[in-house]
């Protein structure tokens, strides 16, 4: 997630952006060039455990919905987040910017994650609703670029196909 963009992030994780925005303020001090890359949620961390905290799995029969469910995130496999930072290397588009890791297919939410899994395994899982947690950051970025726009070439990998993994 963008360390700029999560000023009302609660503890543990706000002492993690503190850190990256000291890290990227000594950087740009010292006229560095650089090319800060938004990878949002990695899919070995989230979307495998369908946002369940206490594993890296998905789970069989039940799990936790989140407040309504509906919150939207970004999933990306971390081979296309490494795809993305190395086409960024020489590209003038985004030196000294933020690239947003955004494809389109893969903003979720929890529920449309949990129903892609129940449909991949042929089976309802049930369902936990747990009060609202306000851990997602605004996912809109004006002073960034957008990385399945500007690499439209890269066939990233879609939750779809991630799923099955686990299946």
């Known amino acids: 997630m963008d360390p700029a963009r999560m000023g009302d992030a609660l503890e543990p994780g706000r002492v993690t952006f503190d850190e990256k925005m000291r890290v990227r ?28 905290m206490q594993s890296l799995v998905p789970p069989k029969d039940k799990l936790f919905i989140y407040g309504d469910g509906n919150a939207k995130a ?27 890791l955004r494809p389109p297919e893969n903003i979720l939410s929890q529920i449309q994650m949990v129903e892609k899994w129940e449909e991949i395994v042929g089976k309802k899982l049930e369902k936990i609703t747990i009060s609202k947690q306000d851990f997602l950051a605004s996912m809109k970025g004006e002073e960034g670029q957008e990385a399945s726009k500007l690499y439209p070439e890269v066939d990233y990998t879609r939750m779809d196909d991630y799923l099955k993994i686990y299946a």
Not at 80 to 87: A, E, F, L, P
């Open 25 to 52: 303020k000594a950087i740009e001090e010292a006229k560095i060039p650089f090319t800060y890359v938004s990878a949002n949620c990695f899919a070995g961390y989230f979307a495998g455990n369908l946002a369940q």
């Open 74 to 100: 970004i999933f990306l496999d971390e081979d296309d987040v490494g795809t993305y930072t190395i086409k960024t290397i020489d590209d003038p588009r985004t030196l000294n910017k933020t690239l947003y």
